[in-house]
């Protein structure tokens, strides 16, 4: 049954991300009635709302966000503006969709309204399951072209090798599916090797894991957003399903 109450999305952060939510809100693939946008960079949020024919108010911070009572807030900006704004966001009881998901890594603060969606990876239903038996080892490999690093190289490179954790903090805008799957896999440790590679054009995560009953090979080859090469259209319409998810709760 539809529920009558006026459903608002306060979306924090108006670029690759936040442009194909938005884009979705504006299609009605989102049950929502109103959008609120906050973006630091002013012309990025009016941009944004000029583009899409939606009930849009721009607002200047969070603080004005929060006022205007939305169901569902999504942080699609950076890992700074999730530390920033988890807590502030989650203590006035709104859903919170975390896209920067590396800022929880040492973030000490837990709450039933930190939702991680599964981002430019999936499968997480799987291994989640493996991982309340024993889970003995996890390899994340991802490639993508060396525009996404600002690198010129004409032959495959290792530019990490490492565990999760310090690979999403070197980086932050490239690796934050590192860090949602080893909240995934906890307490075993993600062993990542990253690699700009000038043979592909799209941006591809492989998952390779032993477990007590048996192995999962999981490969994402995802084509990388025009505007952001770092980032895969996967992860936006990741936080799409979640959204449509909380907005019906
Ligand atoms: N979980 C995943 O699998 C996954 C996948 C891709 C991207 N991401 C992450 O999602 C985030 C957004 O990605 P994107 O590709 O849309 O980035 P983007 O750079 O295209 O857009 C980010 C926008 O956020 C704004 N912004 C940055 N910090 C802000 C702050 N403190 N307050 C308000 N606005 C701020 C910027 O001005 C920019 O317009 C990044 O942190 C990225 O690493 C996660």
New binding site residues.
């Given amino acids: 049954m539809k529920d009558s109450k006026t459903k608002t999305v306060g979306l924090?952060?108006?670029?690759?991300?936040?442009s194909l939510i938005a884009q979705a809100i504006e299609k009605k693939i989102v049950n929502c009635d109103k959008l609120v946008l906050?973006?630091?960079?002013k012309n990025?949020a009016a941009d944004l709302k000029a583009s899409i024919d939606f009930p849009t108010t721009i607002v200047k911070n969070l603080e004005a966000m929060l006022h205007l009572n939305p169901s569902v807030i999504i942080e699609?900006?950076?890992?700074?503006?999730a530390n920033?704004y988890i807590k502030p966001i989650t203590t006035k009881d709104i859903h919170l969709i975390i896209?920067?998901?590396g800022a929880l890594i040492d973030m000490n603060y837990q709450s039933k309204k930190i939702h991680?969606?599964s981002?430019?990876?999936g499968g997480l239903d799987a291994i989640s399951s493996a991982a309340l038996t024993q889970i003995s080892e996890v390899i994340l490999t991802t490639k993508k072209n060396p525009k996404a690093f600002d690198m010129d190289n004409t032959q495959p490179k290792i530019i990490y090798e490492g565990n999760a954790e310090d690979a999403a903090k070197l980086y932050?805008?490239?690796m934050?599916?590192a860090s949602?799957l080893s909240f995934i896999v906890k307490p075993t440790k993600v062993q990542v090797q990253l690699i700009s590679d000038p043979t592909t054009n799209r941006n591809t995560h492989e998952i390779k894991i032993k477990w007590q009953f048996g192995q999962m090979l999981l490969r994402f080859s995802n084509d990388p957003?025009p505007?952001?090469p770092?980032?895969?259209a996967l992860?936006a319409w990741?936080a799409i399903n979640l959204l449509n998810t909380l907005l019906e709760k």
């Avoid at 924090?12 to 936040?18: E, H, T, Y």
């Avoid at 906050?38 to 960079?41: I, K, L, R, S, V």
């Avoid at 699609?76 to 503006?81: E, P, T």
């Fill in positions: 924090i952060g108006c670029g690759a991300i936040g906050f973006d630091y960079q990025k699609a900006a950076s890992q700074k503006a920033d896209m920067s998901s991680v969606p981002g430019a990876i932050p805008k490239s934050n599916v949602t957003h505007e952001n770092r980032t895969s992860a990741s």
